[in-house]
């Protein structure tokens, strides 16, 4: 989008805008900020795939509802096995529970303020938008129609920096998080069924008073 400037005769009133006009965001980079903030209230189940050059494959899960949010991830190795990480955040309280091998469940309590990454839908991908073009497509992914952003680094040549994108179902769940590190993940399944039983913690919770 070009944004239109009255000419500058040397006063302030045009520096003033002319600042403003550069700060105010393109059409699709304010879309793209609505639907993160969408997708941070939305009530939804995604489930992510991806696989690693190495043999490595992850499964990621994501429930949301109102104010709570339960991540789920499973990381198969060839060579180190099976592990598995559930993270719920829910009034104010964070909790991550990690299953390895045979072993039974352990779920610790943590500090909340670590919990960024999970409130935020695009899991702490960078998507911020100053100074670059958003340009904004339509694909199909897990049997949605998913609008998708990329965002275009402002030196991808010289940088050598790779476009991030982000696809979002029509309720504004993330259905494609590419960082453009060439390790994306993208969802298989999707519903907007979300039991309050799956907030429920697979075991005791050490560092709590209640579970």
Same mark, same amino acid.
């Not at 091998?101 to 998507?127: E, F, K, Y």
């Not at 949605?144 to 991808?156: D, G, M, N, V």
């Given at each position: ?33 609505? &639907? ?33 949010? &339960?991540?789920? +991830? ?21 909790? &991550? ?20 990454? +999970?409130?935020?839908? +695009? ?89």
């Amino acid at each position: 989008m070009v944004w239109v400037v009255a000419r500058d005769d040397g006063g302030s009133g045009s520096s003033t805008k002319l600042a403003a006009d550069k700060a105010k965001p393109s059409a699709p980079a304010q879309e793209l900020l609505d &639907r993160i903030a969408a997708g941070e209230k939305g009530t939804y189940h995604v489930r992510y795939t991806y696989s690693g050059s190495s043999g490595t494959s992850a499964v990621m899960e994501v429930w949301r509802k109102a104010d709570r949010v &339960r991540r789920d +991830l499973t990381v198969v190795s060839p060579v180190e096995g099976t592990a598995r990480t559930q993270e719920f955040l829910e009034n104010g309280t964070l909790v &991550r529970c990690l299953l390895i091998g045979d072993s039974p469940w352990q779920c610790t309590g943590a500090d909340v303020r670590t919990a960024s990454a +999970l409130r935020d839908p +695009l899991n702490g991908v960078n998507h911020d938008v100053a100074g670059k073009t958003v340009q904004l497509t339509t694909e199909n992914i897990a049997g949605q129609s998913a609008k998708c952003y990329s965002i275009i680094p402002a030196t991808t040549a010289s940088s050598g920096a790779k476009p991030t994108q982000f696809c979002f179902s029509a309720e504004s769940a993330p259905l494609r998080i590419d960082g453009g590190d060439g390790k994306p993940v993208e969802a298989t399944d999707y519903d907007l069924k979300v039991d309050d039983s799956v907030f429920t913690y697979p075991a005791k919770v050490a560092g709590l008073a209640s579970t």
